[in-house]
């Protein structure tokens, strides 16, 4: 990234900070029919937050003031409450309750986002709704560089250093404070990938602050009791792969101002302007454990978009459609009778789209199982850009299984959404690949031509000798 674009990038979130920290000194400006602000909140006060435990059924649940933390952060605060209902007494901090509407005096007061895994009693700190009602309402984030991954486009292009970026990810979730307390991490939901390839993405998203777990891709709509809206307390989920394969973050939605959506009481990732699908959820249970609990959940139907992702909040708007990029993968096997074809639609998003497609494309490739040893994949690919040509390219692999495919895919997609020339969109990623049980490897042993010395039009004959790893040599003629 060029030292310009560094400057710009840091004034822009210079303008951010002060904004924000602006917006938050007048946060006492708020409508206190509606909503109450931490100068008015005292320890030993009663309240109660709202959220879903079970299908889409919002539920209340005591909750006691602890107390008011000022300035736990810069600029930012926390009410610390402790639940009195006994399912939370039992399952403690649940991940997933992030911005589940806490309300004291019968009023609105902000959202749970903080806990402490393992802590004996279900102790939350709770981030204040008048910091939360800032978001998407400080900085117009179309005029912002996004940055990306950040590739070095003064050197030649190389896959291999670009994957392992990816690989690296970008740490983006916040760190623990003494003792423990962190954000509430959102699950990640993942249906139709196989048990190895969760292992790869579960410590690639844990990374930026999501614990993958395995569940279903679409939640039942059996048993909802009608339509399923976003409302105070309801699931909110953020679908990144829709489909034949499903990955979703499932949170809580903290307050609805006409279409406006404001939800998790923290960061999905920090990002600052997003473009991610907005849905329904339903929870098919709470899973309490001692080292942490969490609600298990899937997405129902996507209805808004996401549009701003900021340290307090993330914010939407239902009615507008989110950008997602068509992704079709078609997979012939050698131990599959039939050749199986995937449709997605993946989250547009420069950090995100290339780590969840190689996830995605590594998952069809290995539903039937793991490669043997000896394997070699054929693949052609296509990335179709609005206002251009479509990208092809083709090319076959040996003995590495699927790595060098996914390498060169996840790679090329990351540098034509991260480049810094011009905002490129993507608009549909094609795969079609042929894996076979065998290695087509091999090395020239020797190579004879039939005269040393010729002239134009003159007939040579080359024989070649090839040698094959663990097999024999093979001559071939050619005149």
């Known amino acids: 990234m060029s030292e310009v674009m560094r400057l710009k990038r840091v004034f822009a979130f210079f303008v951010l900070f002060v904004c924000f920290n602006s917006l938050i000194a007048n946060a006492g400006q708020l409508d206190k029919s509606r909503y109450i602000g931490i100068d008015e909140i005292k320890r030993g006060m009663k309240g109660y937050c709202l959220t879903v435990y079970e299908g889409t059924k919002i539920e209340k649940f005591e909750l ?23 399912r939370f007494i039992h399952s403690g901090t649940v991940h997933g309750c992030s911005g589940s509407p806490v309300f004291i005096d019968g009023r609105l007061a902000g959202a749970l986002a903080f806990g402490w895994d ?3 009693d279900p102790l939350y700190g709770v981030t204040p709704i008048g910091e939360m009602l800032v978001a998407g309402e400080v900085v117009n984030y179309e005029t912002m ?23 690296g990810g970008v740490r983006v979730s916040e760190p623990e404070f003494a003792g423990g307390m962190k954000k509430l991490s959102c699950p990640l939901f993942v249906s139709g990938l196989p048990e ?28 909802q009791g009608g339509e399923v809206k976003l409302e105070r307390g309801s699931s909110l989920a953020v679908p990144l792969v829709t489909g034949d394969i499903s990955m979703a973050v499932m949170g809580t939605v903290t307050e609805v101002v006409g279409d406006k959506v404001y939800g998790f009481g923290h960061s ?33 139907e996507v209805v808004g978009t ?30 599959d009778s039939e050749v199986r074809v995937y449709n997605c639609q993946i989250a547009n998003n420069e950090i995100y789209t290339p780590m969840i497609l190689g996830a995605a494309v590594s998952g069809a490739g290995l539903m039937k199982g793991s490669l043997p040893p000896d394997n070699s994949v054929e693949y052609s690919v296509v990335i179709d850009v609005e206002g251009f040509e479509p990208i092809r390219y083709e090319n076959i692999s040996t003995i590495v299984g699927l790595g060098e495919m996914v390498s060169e895919s996840s790679s090329a997609v990351a540098m034509l959404m991260s480049n810094p020339y011009r905002r490129l969109k993507i608009k549909r990623l094609e795969f079609d ?9 091999s090395r020239i042993w020797s190579v004879n031509v039939s005269d040393g010395s010729v002239k134009p039009g003159q007939q040579v004959d080359v024989t070649v000798v090839t040698e094959k790893y663990l097999g024999a040599k093979r001559k071939f003629e050619y005149r």
Request: charged residues 25%; negative net charge; glycine residues 14%.
């Open 433 to 441: 690949f042929r894996i076979e049980a065998k290695d087509i490897a």
């Open 145 to 167: 560089d996004k940055g990306g991954f950040g590739f070095d486009y003064s050197r030649p292009v190389d896959f291999g250093r670009a994957y392992k970026k990816i690989l």
């Open 64 to 86: 006691d003031v602890v107390d008011v933390v000022l300035d736990y952060r810069p600029g930012r605060n926390a009410i610390m409450v402790i639940g009195t209902d006994e």
């Open 118 to 120: 393992g802590a004996k």
């Open 268 to 300: 999905f990732m920090g990002y600052g302007a997003v473009n991610f699908p907005m849905a329904t959820g339903t929870i098919h249970t709470v899973v309490s454990h001692l080292f942490g609990s969490f609600k298990f959940g899937s997405p129902l």
């Open 196 to 223: 190895e390839v969760m292992g790869d993405f579960g410590r690639q998203m844990r990374g930026l602050g999501f614990e993958a777990i395995a569940g279903s891709g679409v939640g039942s709509k059996i048993e």
């Open 306 to 335: 996401l549009t701003a992702d900021e340290a307090t909040a993330v914010y939407g708007r239902v009615g507008v459609e989110p950008e997602m990029i068509e992704l079709v993968i078609k997979v012939d096997r050698y131990n």
